[in-house]
């Protein structure tokens, strides 16, 4: 996770950091993105312009004892369990966002 790379600027109003290169395309990876800013305290306006898919969960700030925090969020968003172990495998935010993804699925089809 870079908070600032060249090329980006920093808006003056909220001071989030504006990075017109982030790609964060789905729901998921929003909501990842969003967990992992609470989880590790970053204090930014734009949860976006902090993050990208291939960055990892360490990067961010994490650590292994968060994790247990993470698996707790993205169960909660995904109204479906989700072991820590499958977030262990893949601790980038598109890992965890995939893992969301099933999850949410596996919550849907236990509501029906």
Same mark, same amino acid.
């Given at each position: 996770m870079?908070?600032?790379?060249?090329g980006n600027? %920093?808006? @003056?109003a909220? #001071?989030?950091?504006?990075?017109?290169?982030?790609?964060?395309?789905?729901?998921?990876? %929003?909501?990842?993105?969003?967990?992992?800013?609470?989880?590790?305290?970053?204090?930014?306006n734009?949860?976006?312009?902090?993050?990208?898919p291939?960055?990892?969960?360490f990067?961010? #700030? @994490? /650590?292994? $004892?968060k $994790? *247990?925090s993470v698996? %707790?969020? $993205?169960?909660?968003?995904? #109204? /479906?369990?989700?072991?820590?172990?499958?977030?262990?495998?893949?601790?980038t935010? *598109? @890992?965890? *966002?995939?893992? $969301?993804?099933? *999850?949410?699925?596996?919550g849907?089809?236990?509501r029906?």
């Amino acid at each position: 996770m870079e908070l600032f790379r060249r090329g980006n600027s %920093i808006d @003056g109003a909220t #001071g989030a950091v504006i990075d017109p290169n982030v790609h964060l395309t789905t729901k998921e990876e %929003i909501i990842v993105a969003e967990i992992w800013r609470k989880t590790n305290d970053i204090k930014a306006n734009d949860i976006a312009a902090v993050f990208e898919p291939e960055d990892t969960f360490f990067d961010a #700030g @994490g /650590s292994s $004892l968060k $994790l *247990a925090s993470v698996a %707790i969020a $993205l169960a909660t968003a995904a #109204g /479906s369990e989700v072991a820590i172990s499958s977030i262990v495998k893949d601790t980038t935010l *598109a @890992g965890m *966002a995939k893992v $969301l993804s099933v *999850a949410r699925s596996k919550g849907k089809s236990n509501r029906i």
